[in-house]
């Protein structure tokens, strides 16, 4: 097993263990966008957990050196990016700014918040990567301001196609430290769930939008 993948199914059991990831594919989950889910995710409860929390900024600084090198500064996705993108800036000792969902409607009006100049190199943290469509708008809001984005990190993406096509087309890399794949084989091999729920796990990923519909 290589390193990206000792790194993989090691936060994939991290995530399992403090139930960030629950696997219910008998009984799925109803996501905002109307989906059925056999998964629910939420990285944030790993900022509770001082092993796993240090694990994962430490793989997001060797995943950053490794695919991008020096860069000038850290933006992190509100919210959930905020958190790892300050913990990454912090270990890189770069400075760290946060895009906003939405611009302010009061005061300076700020989507962007803090200070890094325009022309610096910048890379994206974020928590999740499903579609990509919230990612890439922060991707978008720093190149408007001038920003030189060189990739987003993620701590998982679901892999679905979409997402693929859709950081291809705004032509910026992402690299994610865990990813479905690996989440439910780690599943299984920890006996978090059986075959034949590995089986429902793999139809949903190749049809999400319709599975149990």
């Not at 944030?44 to 600084?61: A, D, N, W, Y």
């Not at 000038?72 to 946060?98: K, N, S």
């Not at 922060?138 to 859709?166: C, D, H």
């Amino acid at each position: 097993m290589d390193e990206k993948d000792l790194c993989a199914y090691s936060i994939a059991k991290y995530l399992l263990q403090i139930k960030a990831v629950k696997l219910s594919p008998n009984e799925p989950f109803t996501w905002a966008s109307g989906w059925k889910s056999p998964i629910y995710c939420d990285n944030r409860k790993t900022l509770s957990f001082p092993v796993v929390r240090t694990f994962i900024r430490q793989e997001f600084v060797k995943l950053i050196t490794e695919q991008v090198g020096v860069v000038d500064a850290v933006a992190g996705v509100a919210t959930a990016g905020i958190p790892q993108g300050v913990l990454v800036a912090q270990d890189l000792g770069l400075p760290f700014v946060y895009v906003r969902s939405s611009q302010k409607n009061h005061g300076l009006e700020n989507k962007i918040e803090g200070v890094v100049e325009s022309g610096q190199s910048i890379v994206v943290i974020e928590d999740l990567i499903s579609t990509g469509g919230s990612s890439l708008n922060a991707v978008s809001t720093l190149r408007e301001a001038g920003y030189n984005v060189k990739a987003m990190f993620a701590i998982f993406t679901y892999g679905f196609p979409i997402a693929e096509q859709n950081f291809k087309e705004a032509k910026c890399p992402f690299y994610t430290l865990c990813n479905y794949e690996k989440l439910i084989q780690k599943a299984l091999e920890e006996e978090y769930i059986t075959e034949n729920d590995l089986s429902l796990l793999k139809q949903w990923r190749l049809s999400p939008e319709t599975w149990g519909v």
